[in-house]
């Protein structure tokens, strides 16, 4: 069965540094996601992705965050100076065309220190 | 971004017996609608999309009230491996996730 993937499971970056998390959708999916979720809160959305640019953010997505496509199997969440409360589980996830069922994969553990 | 509310319990039920979940709304825009469910420091999985005219997969049937803003789900004959945080949730692109309920199955 098709599944999202994430690199890294697990990021540790000082406060400050800048960080890139990875994921690979599922291959025929063509809208893309970035969710968080901060340790014992709720899964809160970020970002949404189709067609080579941003179609909806939230509040949270600032200028400190970004996203891209490099290829055309990677969507990466890039975060420009980490913050302490950026610490997260950060999830990735997609969904295919006509289908609004979202996908998630495994997340990346972000720590700050 | 609207809100999505959910009893966060925990819900402690005996195994075999039948429970259910509701949570409300507050975005009318939203139009697709789905239940999750969370182990502890996983990710979201699928459990099953709702709809206005209901939908059953196995033990389990999700409901959707647009009138009322308000979504449920029911679980019958629960297992222990039901044991987990069920997420409703809702969105016209990205989806607003509620804190999610808290189920306990017990032996």
């Known amino acids: 069965e098709p599944e999202v993937t994430q690199t890294p499971s697990h990021q540790v970056t000082q406060m400050g540094q800048e960080v890139i998390l990875r994921c690979v959708p599922i291959s025929n999916h063509l809208y893309f996601y970035w969710y968080r979720q901060i340790l014992g809160q709720k899964v809160e959305f970020l970002v949404s992705?189709?067609?080579?640019?941003?179609?909806?953010k939230s509040e949270i997505f600032d200028d400190q965050f970004s996203v891209e496509r490099p290829d055309g199997s990677n969507f990466t969440l890039k975060i420009r100076s980490t913050k302490l409360e950026d610490s997260a589980m950060y999830f990735c996830?997609?969904?295919?065309?006509?289908?609004?069922?979202?996908?998630f994969g495994p997340g990346t553990r972000l720590t700050v220190t | 971004r609207k809100e999505v509310e959910q009893d966060p319990g925990p819900f402690n039920v005996p195994e075999g017996a039948t429970v259910a979940f509701n949570c409300t709304y507050s975005n009318s825009a939203s139009q697709s609608f789905f239940w999750y469910r969370q182990d502890c420091r996983k990710e979201p999985k699928l459990l099953m999309s709702v709809y206005s005219s209901g939908n059953e997969d196995g033990r389990f049937t999700a409901q959707l009230n647009r009138a009322s803003q308000y979504i449920s789900l029911l679980i019958r004959d629960s297992k222990l491996s039901d044991s987990a945080t069920y997420l409703c949730t809702g969105g016209a692109d990205g989806l607003t996730f509620g804190k999610g309920t808290h189920l306990i199955i017990q032996p």
């Open positions: 996830a997609s969904n295919g065309q006509g289908n609004y069922e979202q996908y």
């Open positions: 992705f189709y067609n080579n640019e941003i179609s909806e």
